[in-house]
C-alpha cells in the first residue's frame, strides 16, 4: 500500500464481531478490507448533506409585535391557572390591554 493510511478503533458486541469475521472470512478479504468497501459503498449512496438553514434579517418592528403578543398570550394563561374559579374580570382587562394595542398599530 503506497497510500498512507489512517487508522481508527470501532468496537462491535461479540456476535456481530463473529458474522463480520465470518463473512469476510468467505469472501477471502481481511476484515479491514471488508469494512471499507462496505463503508465506501454506503458513502457513494449516501444523501448530500443539509444545506445550513439561512435566516433573513426582520423586521425589528415586527419582532417586537410578535413579542408583545406572546406576552399577552402569557399574561392570559398565567392569570387563567392561576385561580381555581375563571376570572371574568381579570380576562376582561388583558381583553382590553389586547384590543388597545390592536388599535395603536
Known amino acids: 500500500m503506497?497510500?498512507?493510511?489512517?487508522?481508527?478503533?470501532?468496537?462491535?458486541?461479540v456476535e456481530d464481531f463473529e458474522n463480520l469475521k465470518q463473512i469476510s472470512k468467505s469472501q477471502n478479504?481481511?476484515?479491514?478490507?471488508?469494512?471499507?468497501n462496505a463503508v465506501n459503498s454506503k458513502m457513494e449512496n449516501a444523501p448530500a448533506p443539509k444545506s445550513k438553514k439561512v435566516y433573513k434579517v426582520t423586521n425589528p418592528d415586527l419582532l417586537?409585535?410578535?413579542?408583545?403578543?406572546?406576552?399577552?398570550?402569557?399574561?392570559?394563561?398565567?392569570?387563567?391557572?392561576?385561580?381555581?374559579?375563571?376570572?371574568?374580570?381579570?380576562?376582561?382587562?388583558?381583553y382590553i390591554k389586547v384590543k388597545s394595542f390592536k388599535n395603536e398599530n
Open 2 to 13: 503506497s497510500e498512507k493510511m489512517k487508522q481508527i478503533k470501532v468496537y462491535f458486541p
Open 29 to 36: 478479504i481481511t476484515m479491514s478490507e471488508f469494512l471499507r
Open 64 to 94: 417586537f409585535f410578535i413579542s408583545n403578543i406572546a406576552n399577552n398570550i402569557n399574561q392570559i394563561a398565567k392569570k387563567l391557572n392561576a385561580k381555581s374559579e375563571f376570572d371574568r374580570k381579570a380576562l376582561l382587562e388583558i
